[in-house]
């Protein structure tokens, strides 16, 4: 069991930058891999970027492939989400995810923990 906080949504206009936290308590993600989705108003959660803890391995949506990027601080048991150059269609809701030992994974039912969410709007 490990809990999710995500931090650093915010209001920012088009082709500006975020950069989202997700801080994990409990247990270390050392054997997890961690996932951000993203879930705008009236759609639904669809997958953004994963990360497996062990070797850093990663996968991105086609959306956002070149413009964010996933990373993790081990010493403080955080993953970031670097968002660059974003549109508006990237408003949405950001969700942090982790799910225990295996390959990196898009669907949101294969993920165990969630976090609460965090706010991100781009104004054009």
């Known amino acids: 069991q490990v809990q999710l906080v995500e931090s650093g949504g915010g209001l920012v206009q088009a082709g500006a930058s975020l950069r989202l936290s997700c801080a994990a308590s409990?247990?270390?993600?050392?054997?997890?891999?961690i996932g951000w989705f993203r879930q705008a108003p009236g759609k639904e959660r669809v997958f953004v970027a994963a990360?497996?803890?062990?070797?850093?391995?990663?996968l991105y949506a086609g959306s956002v492939k070149g413009r964010f990027t996933i990373s993790r601080d081990n010493a403080k048991n955080t993953v970031y989400l670097q968002m660059n150059s974003l549109k508006p269609e990237d408003t949405a809701v950001y969700y942090c995810?982790?799910?225990?030992?295996?390959?990196?994974?898009?669907?949101?039912?294969?993920?165990?923990?969630w976090g609460q969410g965090t706010q991100a709007t781009v104004s054009s």
């Open positions: 995810a982790a799910k225990t030992w295996g390959g990196l994974r898009v669907g949101v039912n294969e993920y165990d923990y």
């Open positions: 409990g247990r270390t993600f050392s054997s997890y891999t």
């Open positions: 990360i497996r803890w062990s070797d850093t391995s990663t």
